[in-house]
């Protein structure tokens, strides 16, 4: 995988864009980019014809850097991927029942992961986390979701779904007797989405995003306390992250956890939610690679994989 002139076709499947890019993996460059809207709205069937029209027209222009010869395809989705590399969910779209592959594997050996696996391993190869031995890879922009990487390789679980950290709701009590339920799902409430949905209903604007609360939350009271307040609930998530799993380093990417200034904000909100002294100051980091970092991933990935069944 370290050869100079290794070529792989990274396709990072998004909740709202989709970005397609030649890699070259030995050093992650990306020598070709090309990002549409992903038609989530319209199923799964609108998306793969997306992501196979994206691929080709990468393909074709390839041809300068690959002299004719095909490469690896990786794709990776924001939805459980299991270990045998099937999707198990339909939180965005249904891929599941769908014959993606027979589409796909006309442009070479395809590899299929999760967004944020694929975006771990490229940070563990040439990102924020390569001089980490165990590191906790977590993305929050659209939906949110996290891994641990052990020696470079992204942790899958028993069946692959060892990402989810904030996807369900979690119960507890409070009231002068403790008797009144509380129910938090700190996805819904907290992610890109569940902050763009939520400002949305403040200002009367359901085409409202996250981007869009950032802004006023600047200049507006209420957006600024909605803002305050989604940030410390994740933040009491990620300090039980680290809790859980005692990484020695936090990467946080996606589009809002790459933001320095968000970054560093939870940096701050984390560390009293974590219990153990010695891993409190723990580093909590902005991810390297940025919003290419899925594709560069995924395309190191099917590269691997490829040679691996030589």
């Not at 990306?30 to 080709?56: H, K, Y």
């Not at 938090?184 to 609360?213: C, N, P, W």
């Not at 290419?292 to 995924?298: E, M, Q």
């Amino acid at each position: 995988m370290n050869r100079s002139n290794a070529y792989a076709i990274g396709v990072d499947v998004g909740g709202t864009k989709t970005k397609a890019c030649l890699v070259r993996v030995s050093d992650g460059t990306v020598l070709i980019e090309n990002t549409q809207s992903t038609p989530c709205a319209a199923g799964g069937a609108a998306v793969l014809d997306l992501v196979v029209a994206m691929t080709a027209k990468v393909q074709r222009e390839a041809g300068e850097f690959t002299r004719g010869h095909g490469c690896p395809v990786g794709v990776c989705l924001p939805e459980l991927v299991t270990n045998r590399g099937e999707p198990g969910s339909a939180w965005n779209f249904e891929w599941r029942g769908i014959d993606y592959r027979t589409s796909l594997s006309a442009f070479g050996p395809v590899y299929v992961e999760s967004d944020v696996r694929a975006a771990a391993f490229a940070e563990g190869l040439l990102g924020a986390g390569r001089n980490a031995d165990i590191f906790v890879y977590v993305t929050l922009s659209t939906g949110m979701s996290h891994t641990l990487v052990v020696g470079g390789n992204p942790y899958g679980g028993a069946r692959g779904f060892a990402i989810h950290f904030a996807g369900s709701e979690l119960v507890a009590w409070t009231g002068e007797n403790n008797d009144t339920e509380v129910r938090q799902h700190v996805e819904v409430f907290a992610s890109g989405k569940g902050m763009g949905e939520r400002y949305g209903q403040m200002i009367g604007d359901r085409k409202a995003t996250a981007r869009d609360l950032f802004l006023a939350a600047k200049s507006d009271p209420r957006a600024r306390q909605l803002l305050d307040n989604s940030l410390l609930s994740i933040a009491s998530y990620l300090g039980q992250l680290v809790n859980i799993l005692d990484p020695s380093m936090m990467v946080i990417g996606g589009g809002i956890g790459s933001n320095p200034d968000i970054n560093a904000r939870l940096g701050e909100l984390t560390r009293p939610f974590i219990f153990a002294d010695l891993a409190r100051n723990l580093p909590i980091v902005p991810a390297a690679l940025g919003d290419n970092a899925g594709a560069i991933g995924v395309a190191a990935l099917a590269l691997r994989a490829e040679q691996n069944t030589r």
